[in-house]
């Protein structure tokens, strides 16, 4: 069974940056995708940043293009999400996720259903 843990996020101010972690623990498997994903109060989940483990292919939402970057640490099963220029409007739960059905590749959707592994998430404040 694999699981995902998220760890990284807290409390910054605007402008000041943050690096979520993912690690994934259980089998070790190539060439998925993987993706974070972010829920604000009141709001639906959104795809913010995916990437293709077997070659690096990479997405991002529009909102965060140029801010943020999602990266991967094979040896230590591990996925990233840099995140700079923080807003207030980046203020939510943020969630990594697996397509571990391996539907998907290289290029790698920004939909929640598609993904059948999430993790429990992180929260993620920017304050003005």
């Known amino acids: 069974q694999v699981h995902l843990v998220e760890s990284g996020g807290g409390s910054v101010q605007a402008g000041g940056s943050l690096r979520l972690s993912c690690a994934v623990y259980g089998p070790t498997y190539s060439n998925y995708c993987m993706g974070w994903f972010r829920q604000a109060p009141g709001k639906e989940r959104e795809g913010v940043a995916t990437i293709y483990t077997g070659g690096g292919s990479t997405y991002y939402a529009d909102s965060v293009k140029g801010r943020f970057t999602i990266s991967q640490d094979n040896p230590k099963n591990t996925l990233y999400l840099h995140m700079n220029s923080l807003k207030p409007e980046d203020t939510a739960m943020y969630y990594c996720?697996?397509?571990?059905?391996?539907?998907?590749?290289?290029?790698?959707?920004?939909?929640?259903?598609?993904?059948?592994?999430w993790g429990q998430g992180t929260q993620v404040t920017v304050s003005s």
């Open positions: 996720a697996a397509d571990l059905d391996f539907r998907f590749g290289p290029t790698c959707p920004a939909i929640e259903y598609e993904y059948n592994y």
